[in-house]
């Protein structure tokens, strides 16, 4: 039976969420081949965890190395970097399908960042398989956890107020992913289910409901080599903020206008990281998407994501066709990254010709379309750092024609970097800062120039990670939004926020 001690870590795009490795009364019978690999990557945990002997990790393991002054033994260890081969050459064992809480060689073992780092925490692991299951069974994973802040914004605008506000909000998920495997073949699939502590929709708190799904995919393929996802998902990340930003915060949003009323009706822009498909797809019940995933080489791998769907949540309904390939250098201690990005949503009911009077088929289109990618570099155990860069265009014709759209068609251009420092055990430092400029292609009458739109964020994050179980990470977020109205008689005008919250996070 594998020991409860055994534990690894697994990080979500929204919020960070992974999986602590602990046996969960597994027959002895159904993982007693998988004990080999195990042995690589075992650690113990914190001293108020149950008195059992820990297993010894690989000092030739690179990927467990230790913070400074931290002996191995004490951090978890991610799965063994022995070749494929070695790990998944033993025959499908017959034992009955078992369920488990996720060990250590769940997870990839080569070198993602330094322990308990953002880099380390990114949910898409740099495009490698997981969880990898040796054995059939169901897998058990999840993570908790809730944020306290406070945000002020002042406004120079005309009858644009100032705002402060207090926020509280958390979120729990229990992921769920059987597997069915012969050793090389596989079929697996997940669900994530989530439970929100914010019950009603605003200006932070995007989801009013209680319960919710994140991941919902069916993948097959071979371990190491292919696969195949269907579903719902987050593609493979190509733009990384650092330890701030995350989806939904506070600084993530930045100098908002929160729709106080302005001389001119301009939005602060978001920053762009070849992230129009990456996250899971909310247009309606009816998008989804698909990817191929392709594994050469140990250290090149490729995704090709693709959209499909009808958003189901209007009455007219709308097409959704898009396409996202990306591409990953991953060499332990420097990562490059790649990708485009390409879609189009058309109507899907016909309009009434005045013309012709008769029904034709719209000829109404929203594109969508960008590239980008980041370099990272990985100093194990005290450093990691990295700069980023993407371009994103849309544009609508002809004129929308009920394509629901956000913004006038624009173009979006940001840059930005992040450093993560250890100072001492179990503490870490980080720092962050990104600037984003748009053009909005809409000219006032007798004007010129577009409306320009900028926006600055930075922020500084402080984290320590109590008994070897809890994150308890500190960020304070600031950010400036300049507006440059294309009518020259609106004089420019700029908005500040100043936030700081607490992340308390458990990972199971």
């Not at 984003?436 to 009458?445: K, L, M, V, W």
């Amino acid at each position: 039976m594998s020991s409860p001690r055994t534990r690894s870590v697994l990080g979500l795009a929204a919020a960070a969420s992974l999986a602590a490795a602990v046996s969960l009364g597994t027959p002895a019978s159904a993982v007693a081949k998988s004990a080999k690999a195990a042995a690589d990557t075992s650690s113990s945990t914190a001293a108020e965890s149950p008195v059992l002997p820990p297993l010894a990790a690989s000092a030739s393991d690179a990927s467990v190395a230790a913070p400074a002054g931290e002996k191995v033994e004490d951090i978890p260890a991610p799965a063994s970097s022995r070749p494929a081969e070695e790990q998944l050459a033993e025959p499908a064992d017959p034992s009955p399908v078992y369920v488990e809480h996720l060990g250590a060689s769940a997870y990839p073992g080569k070198l993602r960042g330094i322990y308990g780092g953002s880099l380390w925490l990114e949910p898409s692991f740099n495009g490698l398989q997981w969880p990898y299951m040796a054995k059939s069974g169901v897998g058990v994973s999840g993570s908790i956890w809730v944020d306290s802040g406070y945000e002020k914004i002042s406004r120079e605008a005309p009858r644009s107020p100032s705002t402060q506000m207090y926020l509280q909000q958390g979120r729990a998920v229990l992921r769920v992913t059987p597997t069915y495997t012969n050793g090389r073949f596989f079929i697996q699939g997940q669900v994530e289910m989530v439970g929100n502590q914010c019950q009603v929709a605003g200006n932070v708190c995007l989801q009013a409901s209680t319960f919710d799904t994140d991941d919902l995919w069916i993948r097959v393929g071979h371990w190491n080599l292919w696969d195949l996802k269907v579903g719902r998902f987050e593609g493979w990340e190509l733009y990384h903020t650092g330890m701030g930003l995350d989806i939904n915060t506070l600084e993530r949003l930045g100098a908002q206008r929160n729709g106080t009323p302005a001389p001119a009706d301009l939005q602060t822009p978001n920053y762009y990281g070849v992230n129009y498909l990456h996250d899971r797809p909310s247009a309606g019940l009816g998008v989804g998407y698909v990817a191929l995933h392709l594994y050469p080489t140990e250290i090149l791998r490729f995704e090709m994501l693709g959209e499909l769907g009808t958003d189901n949540s209007t009455q007219d309904g709308q097409n959704y066709l898009g396409v996202r390939p990306s591409a990953i250098l991953d060499m332990g201690w420097l990562k490059i990254k790649l990708g485009s990005e390409y879609e189009k949503v058309t109507k899907g009911t016909q309009v009434f010709d005045s013309n012709t009077n008769a029904l034709i088929d719209s000829k109404a289109r929203r594109t969508r379309k960008g590239f980008g990618g980041c370099v990272l570099f990985v100093l194990d155990p005290a450093i990691e750092f990295g700069a980023n860069i993407g371009v994103g265009r849309q544009f609508f014709a002809p004129g929308d024609q009920g394509i629901a759209s956000a913004t006038s068609p624009s173009e979006t251009t940001s840059v930005g970097g992040f450093v993560n420092f250890r100072p001492a055990n179990l503490w870490l430092i980080g720092a962050g800062a990104n600037w984003t400029t748009q053009y909005d292609t809409f000219y006032a009458a007798g004007n010129a120039n577009a409306d320009y739109m900028a926006h600055l964020q930075g922020f500084g994050a402080v984290q320590y990670l109590l008994a070897k179980q809890l994150f308890i990470k500190a960020v304070f977020g600031y950010a400036r939004a300049d507006f440059q109205p294309s009518d020259d008689s609106i004089p420019i005008w700029s908005n500040y926020m100043y936030s700081a919250r607490v992340r308390l996070m458990y990972l199971y």
